[in-house]
């Protein structure tokens, strides 16, 4: 209180008090408010001026006059509380003498009106001073306090304790939320542990403990409240913690036989030093954690073993925070309230976010973007503040906070515990962990559990009264007093200093060793452990919660990723221009001409040798994006997704909700990816084709980035992780080593190897390469040919030829006994036997009786003659074949090329669609054995784009790279098809694991085996 101020205040009690002539009674009262107000040795000054001031002459006009005035000067300049309590002393001062004039009473009430207190408060101010029985008190805004089981009061609240000589009233002051408290009686009674005299009047502190002599029951700061407050409606809450102990998995104690019981309309702080469980403890009480032994009951029901009747009543706010940072504030409440409340509307969640935005006093920042901690737009308070906004949508019944005020300022810490006792006071029950609070926060709390290390419980009840015990505790001087006499503070750090004081050695220097364990302090609590009795509630507690259809859930996950991504500038200009700016460097790059060829001039698709090496790279940029783009998106989510699970959403719509989003971010990268890619290479008539192999490799890797984003914890692993996801795409694909020439225990030199086949980037690039050979507009007009001309060419040049010498090597041998060349002819008879029944079927030979002779019981040169003969009349069968469709083939060519424009015509089409280096590899001409033996068959190494598959196969994985389709159920499937359906079925798999969070499970199960105690 400033000079002025309090000079202003002396001139209004000389006014009122010299109204009936000043009483020595009232020069007291004057005094001991300046006592209570200035230095002792100005009490005397102050006094004298009081005594000046009331001898000034003043009419009853005047006094009104002055008195405004009075008020108007100050008015500004002090809260609403020291204005009560200016209307307070004044009134003391002219009840001193044991009765108001009517004269005095509109006096006080005109200051009052000119600081606007209503006459009822006025009027109740003069009833609780002047009353010294407590029927004299009986309104409704004072509280009487005695022995007596019953009470003859009618309007006044009554509570009843033991041992309580004379009573105590409480009076409440709703405008300026202000209690007061006086004593009559005897008895020695204790407001923090100073005295309170009989008749004497004291404001009730924050967290204030009053006690009397021998007092078994005192009343606290958070009883008063209980009873002026009014709940909210809805069943009581109970909330009992029996016997509760947790074991963590390397069978470490992080709690033991804890116990608590409270009721709605509390505020109880969690303290402890670090690592002394917490957080262990506040994960059990509400549900996330389950006790190795003990229960947590709610109205009776035990929270874990039947979670689903109380869904939705506890609420949780972690240390860290939940918000989407590209969200506004408002958004990030009206995505959160849409996600609760199903049954309201659009206007009933605007109207609901924006009432809690205002609660909370963020509705003047409610458009601006949340941001990083880094990248701040908002206070760290305001981020605590919001997080908290998130449970105060729903108001949940039970509400948990953890470390609400860890790095915050001292006045945001307080704003931050002044909102939640704000919810208790509406009837919640508030747990909240709580680091090195202030004084004034420690005072808010009702209730205080304190653990030790090893998650012992040490202490369990007033916050205030904790302070008394541990001093109690170790026989300190001054053991009585709660809080500071002179200032009202209280210093929590005390607690924890004589808790954790250190043993001194000889030399006078404090040691490691604590005087007094964990376990100590627990038996000396145990054996004073008082658990309130709370009253049995078996109503089933109501839940605020009502949760949208998983559909619903998906539709508004999507729309607020959706909206986070577009507020990222920096991530959609990134993610929008990487495809386009990657396409045109790789095609730019590979966009080959034979700068010396006069004839070809320029660039030319045809010619560009470079074609190959384009698929594959457009594939692994699919693979490389998608793997990018979704590797943090789950990781990202983590906090928000345990809070989501908390509220039991569905993690089934989150999962679709991303994959939706993902695919459509693919769709769009990829579609400019192949746009670009094609028009500068000259790629035509191939874009969707293209589009669909990359978009299917795309989606693949993105389900592949979100199962490694919700296996692992760190952004920084997981970054690690992509480039050992992709080298085996690179090395596996066919492409950078051939199948034939990896290493023989994985390799295969007939057909794609399995560690092949388990590569996307090896169906996507064989797909690539198939559809664009015979998908083209210019191979589709010769295909037909080219497959009769190509499987001939390969029967008469190499396979026919193959068979004659092996035929040969037969009649030289087929007399010889030496085991080794037996087991030869056997094998030769067999190839021979097989591969000719094949022809057989081919050419409709009638008689093929003499292959059941190629044995080594019935071999001789008749029969080498008679094969000989045939294996003549099948490559003459071969020879026409090949000439039919080669003159079938030139007869197209010459009716497309009969005159010399249209001859130009028909260069410019081949060059346009037809590229010779990627028919060079779908033909696999650079492969020097044409043909090769593997399994007892004989396997065509050249011409696979031409090669029907194998109708013996069920499912044909096991075939040869760039064959143009593959058989499944009996059918011929396209390679296109087949290829991305292959990509796809293992897309659904990886679906499945990520619903099933497969990968993060088989990870934390290895890192449980890794833990020495498991070695043990």
Known sequence: MSEDVLNTVLQLFSVVAKVDEVTEKEREQVRNFLEDHVSQPKVGYYLNQFETL???????QIEENLLKNLCDSISTEITQKQKVVIVLELTRIIAADSSISKREDELVKTVARNFKINDEETEAIEIFLAGRTPDRHDIKQILIIDEFSSSTLKNAHHLKRKGLKGFLAILWIESANLYCLKYHGQADVYLNGSPVKSGGLRLLPVGAAVR?????????????????????????????????????????????????????????????????????LLHVLNGSEK??????????????????????????????????????????????????????????????????????GLDTIKDLKVGSPLRKTISGGQRKRLNIGLELLREPAVLFCDEP????????????????????????????VIHQPSSDIFKMFDKLLILDNGGY?????????????????????????????????????????????????????????RKITAEQWNKTYKKQERIPIIEQVKEKPESTLRIPTRLKQAHLFSMRDIRAKLHNKQYLIINLLEAPLLAFILAFIVRYHNVDDKVHAGYEFGKNLNMPAYFFMSVIVALFMGLTVSAEEIIRDRKILKREAFLHLSRSSYIVSKISILFMLSALQTFMFVAVGNLILGIDGMLLNHWAILFTVSCFANLLGLNISSAFNSAVTIYILIPLLLIPQLILSGVVVRFDKLNPIIGNTATVPMVGDMMASRWAFEASMVTQFKDNKYEKEFYLYDKAMASADFKKIYFIPELETRLQYCLQYYRSQDPHIQEKLKQDYAIIR??????????????ADFLDSLSVQKFDSTVYNRVYGFLGSLKRFYINRFNAADQKKEQKIHAMTDTPDKEEAYEKFKDRYHNEAIAEFTKNLSEPHRVIEKDGKLVQKIYPIYKDPDPDHIVDFDAQFYMPSKHFLNMNIDTLIFNTMVIWSMTLLLALTLYFDVLRKIIDGLGSLSDPVYKK
């Not at 989407?324 to 996600?339: H, R």
């Not at 750090?493 to 043993?503: A, L």
């Not at 022809?839 to 030979?845: N, S």
Request: charged share 25%; net charge negative; proline share 3%.
């Open 405 to 432: 005020t860890s790095g915050l300022s001292s006045r945001d810490s307080e704003n931050i515990i002044d909102l939640l006792k704000e919810l208790s006071l509406k009837g919640k029950l508030v747990f909240t």
């Open 291 to 360: 006790p190795s032994s003990g229960q947590v009951l709610i109205n009776g029901i035990d929270i874990h073993k039947e979670p689903g009747k109380i869904e939705g009543v506890i609420g949780f706010v972690p240390q860290d925070d939940l918000l989407i940072e590209d969200l506004t504030v408002y958004q990030n409440l009206y995505y959160a309230a849409k996600l609760c409340f199903s049954d309201k509307d659009e206007e009933e969640i605007d109207a609901l976010v924006i009432k809690v935005l205002e609660d909370l």
């Open 457 to 513: 419980q040490i202490y369990y009840g007033n916050s205030i009264d904790a302070v008394v015990y541990f001093k109690r505790s170790i026989n300190l001087l001054d053991s009585d007093e709660g809080e500071c006499h002179t200032c009202g503070n209280v210093n929590p750090e005390q607690i924890f200093n004589i808790i954790e004081t250190k043993v001194i050695n000889e030399f006078g220097n404090f040691t490691n060793e």
């Open 212 to 280: 009397w002599s021998d007092a078994e029951d005192p009343f606290y700061y958070g009883d008063v409240l209980g009873i002026f407050k009014e709940f909210s409606k809805g069943p009581k809450i109970t909330f009992e913690g029996k016997d509760i102990s947790f074991k963590f998995k390397n069978g470490k104690l992080g709690l033991r036989n804890v116990n608590l019981a409270e009721e709605s309309g509390r505020l109880i702080a969690l303290m402890g030093a670090s690592g002394a469980g917490k957080s262990t």
């Open 54 to 60: 009331a001898l000034q002459p003043k009419g009853a």
């Open 834 to 847: 097989n591969e000719l029944r094949g022809e057989v079927k081919i050419t409709g030979a009638k008689s």
